[in-house]
Nanobody, 117 residues
């Protein structure tokens, strides 16, 4: 099993920045990618960004390209999501996920991000 713990959420104003962290522990050799998803009130969970653990290849949903950056620190088994120029529509619970390829069997508990106008 892999345990994931997110941190860094909070309440900010539109245009501000936040950095989310996701620390992985346990059998981390079972994963080769980490991703961030989010779920806004009344909406389905959506993919935000993904990073491969070895090559560092990244992918983003179009709505965050140019504003969000996903990165990882292999030595710390931690992934980050730097969120700049935040918008009200970025308000959601953000979840970290880990797995192999596009399969994510491991999930964190989520961290709330609220962006006010």
């Amino acid at each position: 099993q892999v345990q994931l713990v997110e941190s860094g959420g909070g309440l900010v104003q539109a245009g501000d920045s936040l950095r989310l962290s996701c620390a992985a522990s346990g059998r981390t050799f079972n994963m080769n990618a980490m991703a961030w998803f989010r779920q806004a009130p009344g909406k389905e969970r959506e993919f935000v960004a993904r990073i491969s653990w070895t090559g560092g290849h990244t992918y983003y949903v179009d709505s965050v390209k140019g504003r969000f950056t996903i990165s990882r620190d292999n030595a710390k088994n931690t992934a980050y999501l730097q969120m700049n120029s935040l918008k009200v529509e970025d308000t959601a619970v953000y979840y970290c996920a880990a797995g192999v390829g596009d399969q994510y069997p491991f999930w964190g508990q989520g961290t709330q991000v609220t962006v006010s106008s």
